[in-house]
């Protein structure tokens, strides 16, 4: 595949970083959404929504990137909203309660947060372990982990530049939480389409035997993708730690749920082998729109879940029609 073009421009570069990988109809579907709502209150088509709707995604967008690399080799990852209580809450016991720098606070966290996810892949791979059981037991493990840090206690009292980095929008646009997600989204582009190894994602989602005779090293792929999600959630953990002032063992419930609905309205397929990051990422604008929407209209929370379930629905179904026609 090349990266740029005979004339030297970067044009085809940006064309396939950019590529939407099949997520046309979940694209339309936003863009239909937002002109709904624009319609629907005069509150929705502003600027300033359209920051608050960055910032409201910024854990899920997150989450969603490691969950998309983990569905595209046919796994799933229960145990990533626990990870993220586990990351917050070893981040507040080491640099509140220990009194250590933040910085060996923040390195810790991510650490438990990778330990976990290799956990995870070694259970899948050297013990056969069906990804289903495996990260259900993570999420049982890690949330027991999370609470007995402080007996499910919440710890408090970060220092002040820990909240005010992540609050403040520099520059009047982006908040640094904000900042790291849009980060992670652009290395997460160029690692799945220009990497051997995000390449090869595809490869064993379509057919792990396959790959493997095709020299792909399936097990050590599958750790590392486990490790991966294990770590953005870690990393998210972090930023909501910043933007809340206070970690507690009980953050981070049913976010895997959310990661998933993100994934799959995004148009990647929960076999494998189809999809990506970019589609992903209008999965996640969805939800978001979806969420701000209905909340601007005043839409009580039980029944946003009840519409997000059914757009979910939709989004399968959409899934099932294309792939029965090919």
């Known amino acids: 595949m090349n990266a740029i073009a005979k004339d030297g421009s970067t044009r085809p570069l940006f064309a396939n970083l950019f590529s939407l990988g099949g997520a046309t109809g979940p694209l339309i579907g936003l863009l239909l959404l937002c002109a709904v709502l624009s319609l629907a209150t005069d509150s929705?088509?502003?600027?300033?929504?359209?920051?608050?709707?960055?910032?409201?995604?910024?854990?899920?967008?997150?989450?969603a990137v490691g969950m998309t690399f983990v569905i595209l080799i046919g796994g799933i990852d229960l145990s990533v909203g626990s990870v993220l209580a586990l990351s917050m809450m070893v981040l507040g016991y080491?640099?509140?309660?220990?009194?250590?720098?933040?910085?060996?606070?923040?390195?810790g966290a991510l650490v438990a947060s990778m330990v976990a996810g290799a956990v995870s892949g070694l259970m899948i791979t050297a013990f056969r372990v069906p990804a289903f059981i495996a990260t259900l037991a993570m999420m049982s493990i890690a949330r027991g982990l999370a609470n007995m840090i402080t007996n499910g206690?919440?710890?408090i009292g970060f220092p002040a530049w820990f909240n005010m980095g992540a609050i403040i929008r520099y520059g009047g646009f982006l908040t640094m939480t904000v900042a790291v997600m849009l980060i992670v989204f652009v290395l997460a582009l160029l690692y799945q389409r220009y990497?051997?190894?995000?390449?090869?994602?595809?490869?064993?989602?379509?057919?792990?035997?396959?790959?493997?005779?095709a020299g792909i090293n399936v097990s050590r792929a599958t750790v590392a993708v486990y490790v991966a999600?294990?770590?953005?959630?870690?990393?998210a953990g972090i930023l909501m730690a910043a933007r809340l002032d206070a970690v507690?063992?009980?953050?981070?419930?049913?976010?895997?749920?959310d990661a998933i609905a993100a994934v799959v309205i995004g148009g990647t397929s929960l076999s494998g082998g189809t999809g990506g990051v970019g589609g992903t990422i209008v999965g996640i604008l969805i939800?978001?729109?979806?969420?701000?929407?209905?909340?601007?209209?005043?839409?009580?929370?039980?029944?946003q879940a009840v519409i997000i379930g059914l757009v979910i629905v939709l989004a399968v179904a959409a899934e099932t029609f294309k792939h029965n026609r090919r």
Not at 94 to 107: D, F, K, Q, T, Y
Not at 197 to 213: F, K, P, S, T
Not at 229 to 235: C, I
Not at 250 to 256: K, L, Q
């Open 248 to 257: 507690q063992p009980s953050s981070g419930v049913a976010y895997e749920l």
């Open 287 to 303: 939800i978001g729109v979806l969420r701000n929407g209905l909340n601007l209209l005043n839409v009580s929370p039980f029944l």
């Open 229 to 235: 999600s294990a770590f953005l959630s870690g990393l």
């Open 195 to 213: 990497r051997e190894g995000g390449r090869a994602l595809y490869a064993i989602g379509g057919n792990a035997e396959v790959a493997r005779l």
């Open 44 to 63: 929705f088509l502003s600027f300033r929504n359209f920051l608050n709707i960055l910032d409201q995604i910024t854990v899920l967008g997150i989450m």
């Open 94 to 107: 080491l640099n509140v309660e220990a009194g250590m720098p933040m910085s060996i606070a923040i390195g």
């Open 153 to 155: 206690s919440q710890i």
